[in-house]
T-cell receptor, first 114, second 113 residues
Framework: GAGVSQSPSNKVTEKGKDVELRCDPISGHTALYWYRQSLGQGLEFLIY????????KSGLPSDRFSAERTGGSVSTLTIQRTQQEDSAVYLC????????????FGPGTRLTVT | QKEVEQDPGPLSVPEGAIVSLNCTYS??????FMWYRQYSRKGPELLMYTYSSGNKEDGRFTAQVDKSSKYISLFIRDSQPSDSATYLCAMSRLSGSARQLTFGSGTQLTVLP
């Protein structure tokens, strides 16, 4: 079946502009995660959605970052007033439930802030 | 100090070699241990998953967990050029409402034909 999809695959933006990144999870997966991967670094947890529960935003690095998930499916990560240090690959993952941590990742969005 | 430490490499081996990839961790609350493979410009792909100390084998891959030493390993037998990728260890614990994953920084592996 279809995996996790993300769009755009690449995004170049000027410092100070806002960007929106989209994630389509695997159909039926109730949990959705956003991560950030910087060059040579591991994955940094950003935010987690589970069903209709309030999201876990504990990993968001600043209030410029926000995310929403509409209808329990598609999610959008928004970065306002982008900074050069926001340049990274943003990865989305989904899982069937929160039980065992088997997360399936999308291909990521490569964000470059100039 | 990071909760999960992983040698970044790069590691280069000839085809057919046995590869050993390792991670150490400091938090005994980690319950589940995973290895992900990430090809260039792709998302991580789950390779192996285990929750107990000991070995778990899947084809050419063996995952080993030693909870007493807080040490996990991934062995690749008869390595192939197609195994060239970055390998990320990941660990999870139940934290609040989320089964959060904590990742190592990844080891870049190249298998030379």
């Amino acid at each position: 079946g279809a995996g996790v999809s993300q769009s755009p695959s690449n995004k170049v933006t000027e410092k100070g502009k806002d960007v929106e990144l989209r994630c389509d999870p695997i159909s039926g997966h109730t949990a959705l995660y956003w991560y950030r991967q910087s060059l040579g670094q591991g994955l940094e947890f950003l935010i987690y959605f589970q069903g209709n529960s309030a999201p876990d935003k504990s990993g968001l690095p600043s209030d410029r970052f926000s995310a929403e998930r509409t209808g329990g499916s598609v999610s959008t990560l928004t970065i306002q007033r982008t900074q050069q240090e926001d340049s990274a690959v943003y990865l989305c993952a989904s899982s069937l439930d929160r039980g065992l941590g088997e997360q399936y990742f999308g291909p990521g969005t490569r964000l470059t802030v100039t | 100090q990071k909760e999960v430490e992983q040698d970044p490499g790069p590691l280069s081996v000839p085809e057919g070699a046995i590869v050993s990839l390792n991670c150490t961790y400091s938090n005994s609350a980690f319950q589940y241990f995973m290895w992900y493979r990430q090809y260039s410009r792709k998302g991580p792909e789950l390779l192996m998953y285990t929750y107990s100390s000991g070995n778990k084998e899947d084809g050419r891959f063996t995952a080993q967990v030693d909870k007493s030493s807080k040490y996990i390993s991934l062995f690749i037998r008869d390595s192939q050029p197609s195994d060239s990728a970055t390998y990320l260890c990941a660990m999870s614990r139940l934290s609040g409402s989320a089964r959060q994953l904590t990742f190592g920084s990844g080891t870049q592996l190249t298998v030379l034909p």
